[in-house]
């Protein structure tokens, strides 16, 4: 019993080291970007030895994958949640688009990220491709089994729509917020929304 609640506490403190060092190195992610971090600066952020961070993550790459995969499944559950779609697809489709933009649009520190992933694809695509992985492609398949299990809603190509569902807001969102176009291409979300739904839904009409 005494043996059990010790591994408890180095399991509770393990997972908290975990953490620590995750937000240290989002912080230097973010402030000098994928190429410009090193992990003896994750280290010192982390306020954690180098050796320590090295027996959780074995290089940077790792690290960076972990945080996008912690991102995405936290956005993706705040979105989806953990069951499986049900309901009218007016309302369904409603609350997702409306969920999804709102954490695009609100959330600067994913933005952020974002901006991290979309600056260094060039030269490290294999970052790009973990956040469409991880993100993207989770979304678009969640979606396109939602609209392939409506049959009323007539929809031809369920995964091409859910492409489009999905690229209208993550191209919303950038313009009007990642690249400050707000002032020059003003719209309120809920116009956008209503416009994409309308659009996947006339079909069934």
Same mark, same amino acid.
């Given at each position: 019993?005494?043996?059990?609640?010790?591994?408890?506490?180095?399991?509770?403190?393990s997972?908290s080291?975990?953490?620590? @060092?995750?937000?240290?190195?989002?912080?230097?992610f973010?402030?000098h970007?994928?190429?410009?971090?090193?992990m003896?600066? @994750?280290?010192?952020?982390?306020?954690?030895s180098?050796?320590?961070?090295?027996s959780h993550f074995q290089?940077?790459?790792?690290?960076?994958?972990?945080?996008?995969?912690?991102?995405?499944q936290?956005?993706?559950?705040?979105v989806f949640?953990?069951?499986c779609?049900?309901?009218d697809?007016? @309302?369904v489709l409603r609350?997702?688009?409306?969920?999804?933009?709102? =954490?695009?649009?609100?959330?600067e520190?994913?933005?952020?990220?974002? %901006?991290?992933v979309?600056?260094?694809?060039?030269?490290?695509?294999e970052l790009? =491709?973990l956040?469409i %992985?991880c993100?993207?492609q989770p979304? @678009?398949e969640?979606?396109?089994?939602?609209?392939?299990?409506?049959?009323?809603l007539?929809i031809?190509d369920?995964?091409?729509?859910? =492409?489009?569902?999905?690229?209208s807001?993550v191209?919303f969102?950038?313009?009007?917020e990642m690249m400050?176009g707000?002032?020059?291409?003003p719209?309120?979300?809920d116009?956008?929304?209503?416009?994409?739904i309308?659009?996947?839904?006339?079909s069934?009409?």
């Amino acid at each position: 019993m005494v043996r059990e609640k010790v591994t408890e506490v180095e399991r509770d403190s393990s997972l908290s080291k975990v953490e620590q @060092i995750l937000q240290g190195a989002m912080h230097e992610f973010l402030v000098h970007g994928y190429a410009g971090t090193s992990m003896d600066r @994750i280290a010192v952020c982390a306020r954690a030895s180098k050796a320590t961070v090295y027996s959780h993550f074995q290089d940077k790459q790792e690290l960076f994958k972990a945080l996008v995969e912690k991102l995405a499944q936290e956005r993706f559950h705040s979105v989806f949640g953990t069951e499986c779609l049900e309901g009218d697809p007016k @309302i369904v489709l409603r609350e997702l688009a409306t969920e999804a933009l709102n =954490q695009m649009l609100k959330d600067e520190e994913f933005r952020a990220f974002k %901006r991290v992933v979309i600056g260094e694809s060039g030269r490290f695509p294999e970052l790009a =491709q973990l956040y469409i %992985r991880c993100l993207i492609q989770p979304t @678009i398949e969640t979606l396109k089994s939602y609209l392939a299990s409506h049959p009323e809603l007539k929809i031809p190509d369920p995964e091409a729509t859910a =492409q489009i569902l999905v690229g209208s807001l993550v191209h919303f969102a950038m313009s009007q917020e990642m690249m400050n176009g707000k002032e020059i291409l003003p719209m309120k979300s809920d116009r956008l929304i209503d416009a994409l739904i309308h659009l996947i839904l006339k079909s069934a009409d």
